[in-house]
């Protein structure tokens, strides 16, 4: 208290009354100057928000408007001790307060920044890159991470601290910290190894163990599908990475086995021309690429051809319908043919004993 009492008396005997009114003058217009700044920003940005489009304008407007008034009030504060006489010391003490405030605008603005970057990055490319949605959160999560430790540590050099030293120990307790919380930094891990690789995205339709279902969310920790059922299923990110994923919203096309057999008495020549029928009946579908069709062996009561296709969608109803389109038509091709369908069927063979 004695030390601030010296230092405002020094500033009063050595400066007139003129420098005075001169640097209050001043710090005034400074003050206000950069308050209206601020409000033309707002303002400016408030407009930008109501319309869909991102404006040029609109992100340098937005990290303007982030201004804080206690850093135009120091800020103007220091533009009028350069009006003044002042000591060594004042000079000293008024640029840490200044770096300091300086500093901690700074992060604002950069937080700011690169979070309105991210989410317009977001906004422009969410149509076409569904991974966006599961992965901007966590990357402006981890940026706003990383420029507030910058500033805290600009910060604590400016006032003195050691920073070097203070990194090495952080080091050794983040040791520790990890070993606490190794499964939560596991996760944390995972999701921005989803992040970068991409396994899936919002609205891939996974199979993971036991568990199906449509992915709604993908956090820092946990990810979300929507099963068939209608619940929401939360896994961690690190289970989905440690265990085999079916991703069926990868899939381009799909492959189709299927089995039909008929009974043993079929005539020769009748089972000849079943393949060619088949494929005939799988070419004439929409959408379909046929492979194959054999006779591929022959069962304990019937002789079975195998038949594969490919479905040139992924989507599950659609190949339902050709698969069931198929199987009609190869019932109404038998039938005109006189084949018969194979069922389970034992012969049971008497023979009299003399």
Known sequence: MQTLTRILDGLLTENSPAQWLAAVGVAIVAVLLMFLIRGIA????????????????????????????LFIVVLGAFIALSFLQTTHKVDRIA??????????????????AAIAWIETRRR???????????????????????????????????????????VAGL?????????????????????????????????DFL???????????????????RSLGGEQIVMSNGDLLNGRVRNYGRMQERRVVFT???VYETPRVKLQQIPARIRSIIEAQQQTRFDRCHL???????????????????????????????????????????????????????????
């Open 207 to 225: 199979v993971i163990g036991d568990f199906m279902g449509a992915v709604e969310y993908i956090g820092i920790k946990s990810t979300r599908l």
């Open 42 to 69: 707002n303002r400016r940005y408030q407009k930008f928000l109501q319309t869909p489009e991102v404006e040029l304008l609109e992100v340098p407007m937005h990290v303007i408007a982030r201004t804080t008034a």
């Open 124 to 166: 422009r490319t969410i149509e076409t890159d569904r991974a966006s949605a599961g992965s901007y959160s966590i990357i402006a999560l981890i940026t706003r991470a990383v420029i507030w430790a910058v500033v805290a540590l600009l910060t604590l050099d400016n006032l003195g601290v050691n920073v070097t030293t203070l």
């Open 260 to 262: 039909v057999g008929v």
């Open 296 to 354: 591929a062996r022959f069962n304990n009561f019937s002789i079975d051809y195998e038949c594969v296709f490919y479905v040139l969608s992924s989507d599950y109803n659609k190949y339902m319908d050709i698969q069931q389109e198929i199987n009609l038509q190869i019932h109404q091709v038998f039938e005109d043919m006189g084949v018969e369908f194979a069922y389970p069927t034992q012969k049971l063979f008497v023979a009299q004993v003399t």
């Open 171 to 203: 080091g050794v307790g983040g040791i520790a910290v990890a070993l606490a919380v190794q499964n939560v930094l596991g996760d944390l891990l995972a999701s921005l190894t989803i992040t970068l690789d991409k396994p899936f995205v919002i609205g």
């Open 95 to 112: 640029q840490t307060i200044m770096t300091v405030v300086a500093c901690w605008q700074a992060g604002v603005w950069a937080s700011t």
